[in-house]
């Protein structure tokens, strides 16, 4: 992979991960196909997305149309829970990358944990060892998994998954999960990583896009809320995957590599933890995530 001037993450595989992404989740498909060929041509080498956004045609296609050679580009996607099994999680794999145009997918995750159909999630595992094994996919992880699940799964798989794509935030830290991340070899990747699920699911006086003490810290080095996020998780050692469909905000998220914030201003910006979920909680059944089947391709 080319690394042009992206600061890379290893995986415990080897894998190179570059350590800022660009997310798609709730992007409209109609809108997704610019925002991936803008990213692109920003400077972004990272492109995630996952078969229940509905969207990974487009990302596909804002792929081909930035010019950039498929080698250098690295694609992470998820399987939704209503594919898992062995099978269907096969199944899955070829309908996410009929739907991205490519032959390979770099980072492949499960999209949740069914604590209510968990041997259902450990074959869908299963099926992501042996794309890896086959080549099909170089890396491969999971979403959402809490500690506790992970304690329960990590027994029953082979592979360490490379990657827990989760949750986090200043306002939720998740300082279990990353330790237990951690400990087991496996990267934090931070989903919602500026708060933005705090600005929709909360009020304007709430967001972390106007707190005090990240719009103080962005005054300091001359850069917004958002930035001072996105530098705090990298230097932190966290991939980040921030969304937006705005030019002007895809360019400034990342422009995130030419400072660096103090360890006061680490620990300040870590104080600010509410622990306040704002996604569904992986720890309880969501028989609501059973309502949407991935259409083929």
């Known amino acids: 992979m080319n690394k042009t001037n992206v600061p890379h993450f290893t995986l415990n595989n080897g894998v190179e991960i570059p350590a800022i ?27 995630d997305t996952a078969a229940a956004y509905g969207n990974e045609r487009e990302v596909g296609e804002g792929i081909r149309r930035s010019g950039i050679a498929r080698e250098d580009i690295f694609i992470e996607t998820k399987v939704w829970v209503t594919d898992y ?7 899955a794999f070829d309908k996410s990358a009929a739907k991205l145009g490519v032959d390979t997918i770099d980072l ?7 604590v209510g159909a968990f041997d259902a999630t450990i074959a869908a595992y299963h099926a992501l060892e042996k794309l890896l094994a086959d080549g099909r996919v170089p890396a491969i992880g999971i979403s959402n998994f809490t500690p506790a699940v ?6 029953q798989v082979t592979i360490t998954p490379a990657v827990n794509q989760i949750e986090l935030h200043p306002y939720f830290t998740q300082t279990a999960n990353v330790a237990a991340n951690t400990g087991a070899g496996i990267l934090t990747q931070a989903w919602s990583p500026i708060g933005g699920i705090t600005h929709y699911q909360g009020s304007q006086a709430t967001s972390t896009f ?30 980040v995957i921030p969304k937006s469909t705005h030019a002007p905000r895809i360019a400034e998220n990342f422009d995130i590599f030419d400072f660096v914030l103090s360890d006061a201003e680490l620990a300040a910006i870590d104080a600010l933890d509410k622990g306040v979920r704002g996604g569904p909680d992986p ?5 609501q995530f ?6 083929e391709a």
Do not use: C, K, N, S
């Open 283 to 287: 720890d309880q059944p969501q028989p």
């Open 150 to 155: 992970l304690t329960r799964f990590l027994p």
């Open 290 to 295: 059973l309502g949407y089947r991935i259409p």
């Open 108 to 114: 492949l995750l499960l999209h949740q944990p069914m």
């Open 210 to 239: 106007t707190d005090a003490t990240l719009v103080e810290i962005g005054r300091r080095h001359g850069r917004t809320a958002a930035q001072v996020m996105l530098r705090w998780h990298v230097q932190q050692g966290r991939q």
């Open 21 to 47: 992404g660009f997310g798609v989740f709730q992007t409209p498909p109609a809108e997704t196909t610019r925002a991936v060929e803008t990213a692109l041509q920003v400077g972004y080498r990272h492109v």
């Open 85 to 91: 099994g062995h099978d269907e999680t096969l199944r």
